[in-house]
């Protein structure tokens, strides 16, 4: 009697669609298309996406003004360690970050997710040195508990029929902000020196060459933080029925059910690595994630480095401008279509129709590199919404079976696992985007696949291993 007693005040606590609960409440009111939830989602998952990106534009310069580099070749090297001391931060504290979350609430880690975005994206753009910016960087990454929990919030503030959409927003707003970014990054750098008239060599931007993008994120992450002091939180933490007493609070009748079925805590924790159609998705989550955040750094260190090496030679507002552009064709699509394309093919069949598309478009990049003028600029650009659409839609596609495969009370820990993984994933890509930056450089008269060719090649490897892993037996699906 006991065990039944306990089983079904857990599953008030838990279950998704309880009538005692406020935010279900809201989505019995609210029937309509949730603008207000996904503005939310989009300025938070905006704001943690726009300190990864922003540096890019600016990172061979910043390195180039360390000093550290010998020579032009080495530039690449050094930009890996600051890029992947992020993701090695992140990597290590996202699951506590998901438990945390999953204990006390989405709504606390959100906000101090935002305003450590403030503090630590502001200390790197004063960086003096390669260290200092390795550190910031760590710690920026370390407190970046917002994309798990952001994953969780996501698919619990809307309504089953807009689930897919809103896990779209989430991917959207990621990737468009992996597009701001570069544009803040690549029009704000070096206010001195391109805007005299503004900035002054001897104002704090003039000596701080790099701080006014990082300044301008800081000012955003802290409006986000107090808009988000009016969210809703998500988490059921309900009142428990008037039978049980004070002492009972939810953690000892946790414990208790627990304890009945003969279930410990490290063993309940223990089964989201059982839970293979989490696992799995996580798995090709992971592979998706880390060619993007390859792509990214070899595409701005491409157009960057100069013609001679088999690069465009563009400026920091040349990138910024052609990230632009890639990043509102990403935002139609995403807010367009891709709802339509997820219930017409299914996250599965979309992420390997995506990656398939992908492969031609990434080898047309160093024949682009030989064309010049407005046909360069056109097919650049085209061919840069393409990349960043069919790469969002096949890692959305996974996160939308991340959280299809787990119930309430896991989804922050799962989400958190998802990211310390894609973090270990991405702590190794940039720094061996860098090294391999480096080395295609010096083997431009290579006689097989010279110079960029062989930078896109690795990019579709990484593509062709995604996609084949999104097959049986690899991959399972939860079925809900």
């Known amino acids: 009697m006991a065990k039944e007693y306990n089983e079904a005040l857990l599953e008030k606590h838990y279950h998704e669609g309880c009538p005692g609960c406020k935010v279900e409440k809201m989505k019995e009111v609210r029937r309509g298309y949730p603008y207000l939830e996904l503005s939310f989602i989009w300025i938070v998952i905006l704001s943690t996406s726009l300190p990864i990106s922003s540096l890019y534009p600016f990172l061979y310069y910043m390195i180039e003004d360390f000093g550290v580099a010998k020579t032009e070749k080495d530039i690449g090297y050094y930009a890996g360690f600051i890029a992947c001391a992020f993701m090695c931060g992140r990597a290590l504290t996202s699951i506590f970050w998901g438990i945390m979350a999953d204990r006390y609430g989405r709504k606390p880690i959100i906000l101090l997710g935002t305003i450590t975005i403030a503090v630590f994206n502001a200390l790197f753009g004063m960086s003096t040195n390669i260290w200092m910016a390795i550190a910031t960087r760590f710690m920026l990454g370390s407190f970046n508990c917002l994309v798990g929990t952001m994953k969780a919030y996501a698919s619990e503030i809307c309504r089953e029929e807009y ?28 206010p001195a020196d391109k805007y005299p008239s503004v900035f002054s060599k001897e104002s704090i931007f003039g000596r701080f060459r790099y701080a006014l993008p990082c300044f301008t994120i800081s000012a955003f992450a802290l409006v986000v933080t107090a808009l988000c002091c009016f969210i809703p939180e998500t988490l059921h933490n309900h009142e428990l029925d008037n039978k049980t007493s004070d002492d009972d609070s939810v953690e000892a009748l946790e414990a208790a059910a627990l304890e009945t079925t003969g279930m410990t805590g490290n063993n309940k924790r223990a089964s989201l690595f059982k839970n293979w159609p989490l696992m799995s998705s996580i798995l090709v989550y992971c592979v998706l994630c880390l060619h993007d955040t390859v792509y990214s750094e070899i595409f701005a260190l491409w157009a960057n480095s100069p013609c001679k090496y088999g690069g465009l030679g563009y ?22 279509l891709y709802p339509s394309a997820d219930r017409l093919l299914g996250p599965v069949q979309l992420a390997r129709l995506a990656g398939a598309l992908m492969i031609p478009v990434q080898l047309s990049y160093p024949f682009i590199a030989q064309l010049s003028g407005f046909t360069q600029s056109l097919l650049l650009s085209s061919a840069s919404i393409l990349v960043n659409v069919f790469s969002i839609s ?63 090649f690795f990019l579709n490897l990484m593509v062709i291993v995604g996609v084949s892993l999104t097959f049986k037996p690899f991959l399972v699906t939860a079925r809900r």
């Open 394 to 456: 096949a890692i959305t596609g996974m996160v939308i079976l991340q959280n299809r495969a787990v119930d309430q009370h896991q989804r922050g820990a799962a989400n958190g696992l998802a990211m310390t993984s894609m973090s270990l994933f991405k702590t190794v890509g940039p720094v061996g985007a860098g090294i391999l930056f480096s080395w295609t450089e010096g083997r431009k008269d290579a006689a097989f696949l010279p110079g960029p060719h062989m930078l896109f």
């Open 315 to 336: 400026s920091t507002n040349q990138v910024g401008t052609v990230l632009t552009i890639s990043g509102l064709g990403l935002f139609f699509f995403q807010v367009l």
């Open 163 to 190: 689930q897919a959409t809103a896990m779209s927003a989430v991917s959207t707003a990621w990737g468009i902000g992996l597009i701001i970014g570069p544009v803040l990054g690549g029009f704000l750098a070096q």
